[in-house]
């Protein structure tokens, strides 16, 4: 039997930004980015929140808490295992996010399965809302409409303070 060759991640900040993604991998890794598919999905009982301050954006970056009732979109990003790796890098893991499998990534068919989620590691997640710049919380918002997130989702982050 072959290993798997691949794996999922579900991406809710700057990584729904394809191009962003392979413009750092590139950037940064000298490689690129080996996405074999991306399709709109929901991490359910989670919502995205904005605890954490990064000095290379100058500002906060998304992360994501647990929260009954609420559902996050995003994208379902099957990449290679090298890309995985440059993800990681990306989230600066473990060190700053850490990443677990969650097991109910819900698909537009309904269908769930599994994939690597990224989180603030709880010594770098702030007790205040740590405001995104204007240019990364654009990313954010061009990769929803571009990859077709709920109305709903769109305004929610079109709404989000600043710190520009």
């Given at each position: 039997?072959?290993?798997?060759?691949?794996?999922?991640?579900?991406?809710?900040?700057?990584?729904?930004?394809?191009?962003?993604?392979?413009?750092?991998?590139?950037?940064?890794?000298?490689?690129?980015?080996?996405?074999?598919?991306?399709?709109?999905?929901?991490?359910?009982?989670?919502?995205?929140?904005?605890?954490?301050?990064?000095?290379?954006?100058?500002?906060?970056?998304?992360?994501?808490?647990?929260?009954?009732?609420?559902?996050?979109?995003?994208?379902?990003?099957?990449?290679?295992?090298?890309?995985?790796?440059?993800i990681d890098?990306?989230?600066?893991?473990?060190?700053?996010?850490?990443?677990?499998?969650?097991?109910?990534?819900?698909?537009?068919?309904?269908?769930?399965?599994?994939?690597?989620?990224?989180?603030?590691?709880?010594?770098?997640?702030q007790a205040?809302?740590?405001?995104?710049?204007?240019?990364?919380?654009?990313?954010?918002?061009?990769?929803?409409?571009?990859?077709?997130?709920?109305?709903?989702?769109?305004?929610?982050?079109?709404a989000t303070?600043?710190?520009?």
């Amino acid at each position: 039997m072959m290993a798997q060759e691949f794996d999922h991640v579900f991406a809710y900040g700057s990584n729904m930004d394809l191009e962003h993604l392979a413009e750092w991998c590139h950037a940064h890794c000298k490689a690129e980015a080996e996405i074999f598919a991306a399709q709109v999905a929901i991490l359910p009982e989670h919502k995205l929140i904005w605890n954490y301050y990064t000095k290379t954006r100058k500002g906060g970056a998304a992360n994501i808490v647990a929260s009954a009732g609420s559902q996050l979109p995003g994208l379902l990003l099957k990449v290679s295992k090298a890309t995985l790796g440059y993800i990681d890098r990306k989230e600066a893991y473990p060190h700053h996010y850490d990443r677990a499998l969650q097991s109910h990534i819900v698909l537009a068919d309904r269908s769930q399965l599994h994939a690597w989620v990224y989180q603030v590691v709880p010594r770098h997640r702030q007790a205040t809302s740590v405001w995104p710049t204007r240019a990364y919380l654009n990313i954010l918002i061009n990769a929803a409409k571009k990859h077709g997130l709920p109305e709903w989702h769109i305004a929610e982050l079109a709404a989000t303070q600043t710190r520009d």
